[in-house]
């Protein structure tokens, strides 16, 4: 035996040859007749499984028998292909293997490919030579047939495409899909629920705008009656059976999801423990849409968030301070202790985050960098912060540099309208560079209004921006309007310590030691 | 094996092959196929073959930019869009998985997935359309054609050739309608001008 390597030839003895194969999977052979431009003739040209008799070429499953002599004479060469029963390409086997003769032909390297033009038996003067060729097609033997001039009716099994294609950017984006063939997490469920439940909205109420135009048609006499209240069923049929659909989708999750991204009513607070790696994400709260019944979707970002959160002011500037503090929670849970810092700055004071600074002194100096930033001690503070995001943007030896900080540093801006009249620029340079390395800003509008502030506005756009009590959203595919119910702790709006966080913090330090 | 004749009969009867529906212009089938269940899963596949560049700074011949589109109609009005521009329709239910610029590549350049069972109730038809966006004409593009595939079956539907089919910049391609409660599948192949989807409306619109 004499192994062929890819490109190359050798004489043929014999004018009567087999070419048999060895394959790890089940394989099929065809035969293609061509001329010298490689290409078939005719359809009766392709010696295969559907058609297993030409002019000089029998084929069976296990080999392909050649008369050379009995080969019409326009036909310059024998293309042996060699093709894949399923979809499954030659990466997930062995090389395979084709056989003439003396001669073997390991075809390697084949990776996406399902089907390949093993070998050419060809022409050379009055003698007949074989080459190995090796030449593989990904779109399997249909894409291979089409390139020799077969036309072929039936493109064949091909891989199933990804179902959806990347969504249109934005703000937050769901990133990361789940690897194939593990379930997907919460987070990317919640996220494909919210999108389904937003288009699927968006076409109910297509169709019934539609459905409200065909019937003055109706009534007009221009169109005879029916079809209104027919599109109308319809559409509400469609509308009920999806909803029904993601709720069971959302329920098969509950109960079984993490403190970070369950209700701070729920199950999972009971039981929390500091986790060992980064949580999935934080729940900010469950979405409603206006009008119509859906079920509730959680509305989950994830952690560490990559863009500045703006917490919008509520109907009383304890509104925000409360959800404030209820992300400051979940963020907390979320992360694995000694893998976050807090840092608290209320320029004015008057945010009622004081109860920070009666922490015991551990918690205090490890976990919130000494206590509430406030006066002159804000803007010393974000200058410590925006040292630490320069530190990083050139290079990724932050932590010998600052002696062991912990690596995500979590900012919370209480009134923050009132810090960007006092540090407008650097507050926005934190808000919009910090988030990306490590460093999450929330920005909580309190006392301050910040209407037409166009720092105000440029953090918004860059980031996310939430409303603080029931107020409305649009989701981000079709711009639907939804009302965010924040998910909030018991106590949060308290003038005191809220548990949850305390047991949280303390927790933290704890670990830490 | 070896040793038995192998000249074969040129009458050899040839084995099955795949049922397809190759279409004629104008001719209009059901797309429910007889005890599988009607038709779910469309996809338009447009491809071409890129400019190939020579010498040493390439061709000064601009890239051939094919693009495949899919407007949506509620009775005679356009209710939504598929193109480059917006890859998913409002709804979901149509997917163009990208604008692919220069023909670079094998098979389908661009497709667009529509799912059927979710396309809105109130929608009537679904026409597909074929532009070119650097306004060559088809005469000027290699290996040019555009077909409609059952996704389910991989059966193909239709498919045209628009290499060598004259001097036009768009074609209206085929029409998707609803009959009843099943999906009909219409061939159109009407040539066209429009660099872009918005360019051919009033011709497409003949189509609603």
Known sequence: ?513 | MGAAPVHAAADQPRGKKAVTVSLQKGQRISLSKPGGGGLTLVRMGLGWDAVKKKGFFGSREQDIDLDASVVVFADQQVADVVYFGQLTSRDGSIRHTGDNLTGAGDGDDESIIVDLSRVPVHVTALVFVVSSFQGQTFNQVENAFCRLVDETTQAELARYTLTGGGAHTGMVMARLYRHGQEWKLGAIGEPSQGRTFQDMLPAIAAHA
């Open chain 1, 1 to 513: 035996m004499t192994a062929l390597v890819r490109g190359a030839n050798a004489p043929l003895r014999a004018t009567r040859v087999t070419v048999t194969h060895t394959c790890a999977r089940p394989v099929d052979l065809s035969a293609l007749l061509v001329g010298r431009d490689l290409r078939v003739r005719s359809d009766d040209d392709l010696v295969f499984y559907n058609a297993p008799v030409a002019s000089g070429v029998r084929w069976s499953q296990e080999a392909l028998e050649i008369d050379l002599a009995a080969l019409p004479g326009d036909v310059h060469a024998v293309l042996v292909a060699m093709s894949l029963a399923d979809a499954a390409p030659f990466a997930t086997v062995p090389p395979p293997t084709v056989l003439v003769e003396e001669h073997t032909f390991a075809m390697a390297g084949l990776a996406e490919e399902t089907a390949v033009v093993a070998l050419e038996l060809y022409r050379r003067q009055d003698a007949w030579k074989v080459r190995a060729v090796g030449q593989g097609y990904a779109g399997g033997l249909a894409a291979l047939l089409v390139d020799h001039g077969v036309e072929v009716d039936d493109p064949g099994p091909r891989p199933p495409r990804p179902p959806r294609v990347a969504p249109d950017p934005v703000p937050p984006p769901p990133s990361e899909p789940a690897a194939p063939g593990t379930s997907l997490p919460y987070v990317d469920r919640a996220w494909m629920v919210w999108e389904d439940a937003s288009r699927s909205l968006d076409s109910y109420r297509g169709s019934l705008e539609h459905a409200l135009a065909v019937r003055d048609e109706e009534v007009t006499g221009r169109a005879p009656r029916g079809r209104a209240q027919q599109l109308m069923d319809a559409s509400l049929e469609r509308l009920t059976t999806d909803m029904a659909q993601l709720a069971g989708e959302l329920a098969a999750h509950e109960g079984v999801v993490g403190a970070e991204v369950a209700p701070f009513a729920g199950p999972s607070w009971l039981t929390w423990q500091p986790p060992e790696k980064v949580g999935q994400g934080m729940l900010l709260g469950h979405l409603d849409a206006d009008e119509v019944s859906t079920p509730r979707i959680p509305l989950i970002l994830r952690v560490p968030f990559g863009r500045p959160v703006w917490l919008n002011r509520g109907v009383v500037p304890r509104d925000s301070v409360a959800f404030a503090w209820s992300l400051v929670t979940r963020f907390l849970a979320a992360v694995p202790p000694g893998a976050v810092a807090l840092d608290v700055i209320d320029p004015t004071g008057l945010s009622g985050a004081g109860w920070i600074n009666g922490l015991p002194r551990p918690v205090l100096d490890f976990l919130c960098g000494g206590g509430v930033a406030s006066g002159p001690q804000a803007g010393q503070r974000l200058d410590r912060l925006l040292d630490l995001v320069d530190l990083r943007a050139i290079s990724g030896e932050e932590d010998q540099l600052l002696g062991g900080t912990p690596p995500v540093r979590l900012v919370v801006v209480f009134d923050v309208g009132a810090a960007l009249d006092e540090y407008g620029d650097r507050l926005m340079r934190l808000a919009k560079e910090g988030p990306p390395l490590a460093v999450p800003v929330i920005c909580v509008e309190t006392e301050t209004p910040t209407g037409e502030s166009v720092r105000a506005m440029r953090i918004k756009m860059a980031g996310n921006t939430l409303p603080s009590d029931e107020g409305t959203l649009s989701d981000p595919w079709v711009g639907g309007t939804w009302t965010l119910t924040p998910d909030l702790l018991p106590d949060a709006a308290l003038d005191r310590p809220p548990a949850l966080l305390t047991h949280v913090l303390n927790t933290h330090a704890k670990v830490l030691g």
